[in-house]
């Protein structure tokens, strides 16, 4: 399956989610993972969404009480036609698979793009940027004024809309202006809240580059 001209050409309208959000500015720090009242987050997880100050940017530990535990990441058993190490988004489902050996996956909750900037189809991961730097595109530029100052790029950091990492997703040589990235905004994981990529807590995204090489396979499927 190649991707379509509807949903993944380099239209005017898909050049505007180059930007893969609409740029708000997120809370620099998020308050350390605690349970809610009457449900227990089991270790294992309190520690998989911990506290990074070995970053560049200190990360936050994730407030679980946020997040669905659905969206946790989970080792999972996952059939597939498609080989170990293919990244797989289950657009409806707000899921990101690794593909593993003997059935089994790493899935991942995600943020999806909004109805309307919907994508689908094979691609590739060309490369990744640690801590990358997030360029608004004319047509969002257009729309929100008060991005001009970042015509030139924003610098990375926390509040960054690119987040702690950054995947570029490209067909052939084309880049296709879609990438998957980090994220602060807890609350979005399961959503469709940005403007056509798919976030990840900065956790899961950090978790997700390091298992993954440059040229790595990825498939995005629609209901």
Known sequence: MS????????????????????????????????????????????????????????????????????????????????????????????FLYLTMENNKAMRYGVGIGRAGFAWGGKARIAYKREWPTWTPPAEMIEREPELEKYRNGMAPALDNPLGARALYIFEGNRDTLYRLHGTSEAYSIGKAVSSGC?????????????????GTNIVVLQA
Not at 24 to 38: M, N, V
Not at 198 to 214: C, E, G, K, T
């Open 3 to 94: 991707l379509t001209r509807r949903t993944f050409c380099l239209t005017a309208s898909a050049a505007a989610l180059a930007g893969c959000t609409s740029y708000t500015r997120q809370s620099p720090r998020l308050p350390e993972a605690a349970p809610p009242a009457g449900r227990r987050i089991a270790p294992e997880y309190l520690q998989m969404y911990r506290a990074m100050p070995e970053e560049r940017f200190p990360i936050p530990a994730v407030d679980l009480t946020k997040v669905d535990p659905l969206y946790y990441r989970q080792y999972v058993d996952y059939r597939s036609e498609h080989p170990a190490g293919t990244i797989i988004v289950d657009t409806p489902n707000r």
């Open 198 to 214: 798919v976030r990840l807590m900065h956790q899961d995204v950090i978790d997700l580059y390091n298992r993954v090489p440059n």
